[in-house]
């Protein structure tokens, strides 16, 4: 009998593995380096170093980073965009910068489709859905001529007002196929995103066709590979928004993977938020590459409709996530006299010079090498020894163009990464309204553990929580989350119009169609449920709130309009200050989310200890410039009970957490480390 669930999140650097065993419920975490050339090879050999047989598994999740690497560095393939004739330029008019309105350094986004691979196409649908103008179907004809001559790997459909009524989108693609076969990539602007805003659901279009056929190939390799070792689950893919699907969907809807990378860790850190109560946290990514940052708000993941990347706008359902260059990997360089780091990396190859793979560049992990900070031996879990040597070497040539020592240029280069994180902290928080010293900093990813209590002193946050696992964190929190499909519907209507049956009635379609699409992702009846959420904004303004409602037949209920206009004001009043309670209000769009729960593994509790000693060693480390000595101790052997004081250096094989002086560290009774400072405990 399979027994095993498996997930696995594929870094810049490395690719995590978490399996939780069924039959002893015990979990159990490991890396693989990235291979970026065929990231399956990465995937497959992680999977083998924690399961012997591929026939083992029960239920695998991973998340990709396929479709996010090809936008980011710009090796989608070449789309041709259909647009209604006569509005061809919306696309490359755009929106305008409405924050960014006195910024003299502002600079539009390069759209992924140049100006000569638009094309203007015969029909008109009206803002009300009527057909004012057939659909010229020769000129579709034509333009897959002319997609097949130029060399165009996918086309994208954006139709005026294609939202209310598809059937243009609908026959283009049929056409299209015809023409240039059904394995061709067609994404179709109502699908892509049945939203309004002309711009933004034709750009959420371009998006899909620009990454999808990359991300296609990639799952389907991957699949028959999986199958060809004797897994006979589907594999499921992590969302952007915080949701699995099938692998099978996500060939259909590539787009929803984009961002599927990053979000494992915010699923995770609400499940933590879930097991010790703690409403309000600060998720911090460290890896190779990147560091991430993600809210918990009163237990749940901050979750948007609108996502940006790059100035390019997405509708799609995603977990907000602030990410700037700096893990691991960022490489530390003078420009102008002063020091840069990141957020270019040195990657998986040659990776920093410690790794012995050819490079010679200072990155921040060096840094902390020669602070102490990493222990050298059984690296990433033993595959990787760091050369002290090579570190020192390429951090002392910085040195030499600032007329310092090595260690403070490496405590340097940790001051600058560090600063630059917090930064990315306050963008996400303290921008918004929201205060970090309110919450909890959970910090995971290979390099997080090692610059938390740093990023903590400095934005006033009393508390540190470092998960069991936190270098697979992320993958750990795939394993935690539920099918989950989004639905939208536009719904224009001032509230003094609104008819409270014809919305729930919409809305109980909206939740029918959600649970039947559960059925095919193989959930059973019984594990579907749905919420709903309407998007509001005050009347004559341009953007809006999402308003979560009780159920789809809340709208019916006599008095609504005042209950809902009453949630709305107070979401107002926490996000932007004020609210206008009273004022007209006007519903803009549906939002229908359906789940399925696929059963997650239950909490596994860590034990007790029996005194308050436990193996340890002590070793030099570096802090402020002063070498301090330093309690050096393996993660495994800290159990619940267990507290120390720092300095100190906690060692594990998927993470490093350090300690500076002045905190104090316990663990609590699922395994995780509470590190506060003295003065507050």
Wanted: with cysteine; hydrophobic share 40%.
């Amino acid at each position: 009998m399979a027994r095993y669930r498996v997930s696995m999140d594929i870094g810049g650097t490395f690719t995590d593995v978490v399996t939780y065993d069924d039959d002893s419920g015990v979990f159990a975490a490991t890396k693989a380096s990235t291979t970026p050339g065929n990231l399956s090879e990465g995937v497959l050999t992680g999977l083998g170093s924690v399961v012997e047989q591929p026939s083992d598994i029960d239920f695998l999740v991973h998340g990709t980073t396929q479709g996010l690497n090809a936008f980011l560095e710009r090796r989608g393939v070449p789309v041709l965009l259909l647009a209604t004739a006569g509005v061809e330029d919306s696309y490359h008019i755009a929106r305008g910068p409405r924050t960014r309105l006195y910024d003299l350094h502002y600079r539009k986004p390069t759209p992924l489709v140049p100006r000569r691979d638009v094309l203007g196409i015969g029909g008109r649908i009206a803002a009300d859905g009527s057909e004012l103008q057939p659909l010229d179907e020769q000129a579709v004809r034509d333009a897959a001529r002319t997609a097949r001559e130029r060399g165009h790997g996918a086309i994208a459909v954006g139709f005026l007002f294609s939202y209310k009524n598809p059937s243009h989108e609908l026959r283009a693609r049929e056409i299209l196929l015809e023409e240039l076969g059904e394995d061709f990539t067609v994404s179709a602007s109502h699908e892509a995103a049945k939203e309004w805003r002309e711009y933004e659901r034709t750009s959420s279009a371009v998006v899909e066709s620009y990454t999808g056929p990359i991300v296609r190939r990639y799952l389907i390799d991957l699949e028959h590979r999986l199958a060809d070792r004797g897994m006979s689950v589907p594999l499921h893919v992590m969302q952007s928004s915080g949701g699995i699907l099938t692998a099978e969907s996500a060939r259909q809807r590539p787009l929803q993977t984009l961002l599927s990378g990053p979000v494992g860790g915010a699923i995770a850190c609400a499940e933590l938020s879930r097991q010790t109560g703690r409403h309000n946290l600060i998720g911090i990514d460290m890896g190779g590459t990147s560091f991430d940052v993600s809210l918990i708000v009163d237990g749940e993941p901050d979750v948007s409709a609108e996502a940006q990347l790059e100035g390019l706008p997405m509708l799609m359902s995603v977990v907000n996530i602030h990410t700037v260059g700096a893990g691991g990997g960022s490489v530390a360089w003078a420009e102008a006299g002063g020091l840069r780091v990141g957020p270019r990396s040195a990657g998986a190859r040659p990776g920093p010079a410690c790794y012995g793979r050819g490079g010679t560049e200072p990155t921040v992990t060096d840094a902390n090498l020669v602070l102490g900070r990493v222990d050298p031996n059984g690296f990433a879990g033993g595959q990787l020894t760091l050369d002290t040597g090579l570190a020192t070497t390429a951090v002392a040539d910085l040195a030499e163009q600032f007329a310092l020592e090595p260690v403070a240029m490496a405590e340097g280069i940790c001051d600058v990464a560090n600063s630059k994180m917090a930064q990315a902290i306050r963008t996400i928080t303290v921008s918004r309204g929201i205060e970090p010293r309110d919450s909890a900093l959970v910090a995971f990813g290979g390099a997080g553990p090692m610059h938390a209590v740093f990023l903590a002193r400095e934005l006033g946050i009393t508390e540190t929580i470092v998960p069991r696992f936190p270098g697979a964190f992320s993958a750990w929190g795939m394993l935690q989350t539920r099918i989950r499909q989004d639905y939208s519907e536009p719904y224009f209507f001032l509230d003094q119009d609104l008819d409270g049956a014809d919305m729930a009635a919409v809305l109980a379609r909206m939740e029918q169609s959600g649970l039947t699409a559960l059925s095919h992702e193989g959930v059973h009846s019984d594990r579907r449920s749905a919420t709903h959420a309407v998007d509001i904004r005050y009347a004559a303004q341009e953007y809006t709130l999402t308003v979560p409602l009780l159920d789809a037949s809340e709208a019916a209920t006599p008095g609504f309009v005042k209950t809902v206009a009453q949630r709305f004001a107070q979401l107002h009043e926490s996000r932007y200050g004020h609210a206008n309670l009273g004022a007209p209000i006007e519903f803009v769009t549906l939002r229908t989310t359906a789940f399925g729960d696929l059963g997650q593994p239950a909490a596994q509790k860590w034990p007790p200890a029996m005194s308050q000693e436990f193996p340890h060693e002590i070793r030099e480390v570096i802090f402020e410039g002063q070498p301090h000595d330093a309690i050096v101790v393996r993660r495994d052997d800290l159990l619940v009970g267990h507290t120390f004081d720092g300095p100190a250096v906690v060692v594990e094989d998927t993470a490093t957490t350090v300690v500076p002086p002045e905190n104090s560290v316990s663990v609590d009774d699922i395994g995780s480390l509470i590190i506060r400072g003295k003065d507050q405990k």
